[in-house]
T-cell receptor, first 112, second 113 residues
Framework: SQQGEEDPQALSIQEGENATMNCSYK?????LQWYRQNSGRGLVHLIL?????REKHSGRLRVTLDTSKKSSSLLITASRAADTASYFC????????????FGKGITLSVRP | GAVVSQHPSWVICKSGTSVKIECRSL??????MFWYRQFPKQSLMLMAT?????????EQGVEKDKFLINHASLTLSTLTVTSAHPEDSSFYIC?????????FGPGTRLTVT
């Protein structure tokens, strides 16, 4: 069964705007990861946030984690048309031997 | 960075034949590799965990006799889809674990006619 649930399922924004995507999960985790997938391609690892971290930055990406609410958010600032892709959160659950469980994904469209 | 390759990138086969997909970690050794399946516009579903030198661990509902996994070395895992049927058509993605992170291959598009 899927652990992560992202929302919204689809997001369309104008280039230059910020995109915020949310992910909720159900069980205790070791870490949560965000991935990007361009259509028909493999996954690109974006960022990993550990369960004892609350916020992490990488370039234009900002990830937050609230373990009390079992939720995470991914913020992409100053979006570009090249950011158009599907974004997935994946949880590495406690005791799950590092198996990642993926959410359903969010389709982000950035209009030029 | 850690690179994972898959071969082939796409394959078309006839119903009833078998297809082998290779997953290689190019610049690191991976004791654990994972195989996922992704249907169009859906998420990745874990099929099995492949450990070097031991039998793969399959997720519930995945037929181990249909999806044969071999992890013969620290850099290579193979997935063989046996007696493929059109419903097996999908995007198959492998990943290799290195440290805390998993690195994903580019995927293999399988079409069974």
């Amino acid at each position: 069964s899927q652990q992560g649930e992202e929302d919204p399922q689809a997001l369309s924004i104008q280039e230059g705007e910020n995109a915020t995507m949310n992910c909720s999960y159900k069980t205790s985790i070791n870490n949560l990861q965000w991935y990007r997938q361009n259509s028909g391609r493999g996954l690109v690892h974006l960022i990993l946030i550990r369960s004892n971290e609350r916020e992490k930055h990488s370039g234009r990406l900002r990830v937050t984690l609230d373990t009390s609410k079992k939720s995470s958010s991914l913020l992409i600032t100053a979006s570009r048309a090249a950011d158009t892709a599907s974004y997935f959160c994946a949880t590495d659950r406690t005791g799950a031997n590092s198996k990642l469980t993926f959410g359903k994904g969010i389709t982000l469209s950035v209009r030029p | 960075g850690a690179v994972v390759s898959q071969h082939p990138s796409w394959v078309i086969c006839k119903s009833g034949t078998s297809v082998k997909i290779e997953c290689r970690s190019l610049d690191f050794q991976a004791t654990t590799m994972f195989w996922y399946r992704q249907f169009p516009k859906q998420s990745l579903m874990l099929m099995a965990t492949s450990n070097e030198g031991s039998k793969a661990t399959y997720e519930q509902g995945v037929e181990k006799d249909k999806f044969l996994i071999n992890h013969a070395s620290l850099t290579l895992s193979t997935l063989t889809v046996t007696s493929a049927h059109p419903e097996d058509s999908s995007f198959y993605i492998c990943s290799a674990k290195w440290g805390y992170e998993q690195y994903f291959g580019p995927g293999t598009r399988l079409t069974v006619t």
